[in-house]
């Protein structure tokens, strides 16, 4: 491959990029209202020449290139989270701006930049022919995932019948190379106790009570959780609480919380959930510990119900994912660090569920995730759209080699 007829190829499409990427932060996208950003994504697949673009029925884009057998694919979630507090924004969230280095705006780091760079990288794979004969390059603009990480390619697996032989998730890396993160999943444990007047609460059960029992002993597991060298120690934290009572004049005779519960290494969501019930507090209030559900309809209006759990993943360094992207990155930018998230993606479907190696590289910082006055870098755009671009031949001569 000739590595710097890529990065030439990449550095000369940055207008064009530049203007896709303003263009999708000018469109709000959050999770489930993504219709807008999916239809622009989808005119520039067929602008540039997709040999195949379309639209599943929960709302994902998909676009190919190539006709081979053999699928690889590119991954970029395309909703964002909200704005929060505008008097954080020093400028327009959605019209955003631009410099000679930088494109601010909602969205820019998490993850719209993702499927520009895999458009892009697509585009200079068909034009230098760098897609093996067997070979169909998928770029997928997903739906959700700020809601529900992974649902959407539960959905493109179960549902649109396709099963690649890798993803590469575009999320942003900090200009690193990331091989997994930790999973997680949502946790509800409520207790019932019995309400009565204010004026002589010990005719009652108070249920905010043995609440604050419980997360006193939620908060001291935390620090017994199971650490891993890679991936770091599992970690929850109380993230909602709830509660019902007559009036303000009663006793509360329910009480809930919420907990946020990250999975290291070697942690499901079964011995989670089992480490809660063991809890001294939980079992002497007859507490009920369970997992939150999923159901709220896509922007097509399907409704795909699932179960919050998002699995841990992680890709060994030897895999032939990993040794290929890591030799596109080298053989244009220098070594790479390899590493991991701290956040959750989508790979927590794709390898986490289906055991489909992922390997991860995008554009952006992960720091500009959720945050205000979020922007990314226009260096990242080509840098990602060149390394992408020289993928597929490697990983294909790297996986001929291990066999």
Known sequence: MDYNRINEAAKSYLPAMTKFLRDLIRIPGESCTEGGVIHRIKEEMEKVGFDKVEIDPMGNVLGYMGNGKRVIAYDAHIDTVGLGELCNWEFDPYEGYETDEVIAGRGASDQLGGIVSSVYGALIMKEQGLIPEDVTVLVTGTVQEEDCDGLCWQYIINEDNIRPEFVVITEPTNGNIYRGHRGRM???????????????????????????????????????????????????????????????CAVADMAAISIDRRLTWGETYISALDEIK????VKKYGAEVTMYMYDRPSWTELTYPTECYFPTWVIPEDHPACVAMTESYRSMYGEPKVDKWTFSTNGVSIMGRFGIPCIGLGPGKEEEAHAPNEKTWKYDLVKCAAIYAAVPNLYVLNAKEEK
């Open 186 to 248: 949502e946790i509800r444990v409520e207790v019932k106790g019995v309400s009565c007047h204010g004026s002589a609460p010990e005719r009652g059960k108070n249920a905010i009570y043995m609440m604050a029992d419980i997360i006193q002993e939620v908060r001291e597991l935390n620090d017994r959780l199971h650490f891993d060298p890679f991936l770091g120690k599992g970690t929850l934290a109380v993230s909602q609480s709830f509660y019902n009572s007559p009036s303000r």
């Open 278 to 281: 063991a809890l001294p507090s």
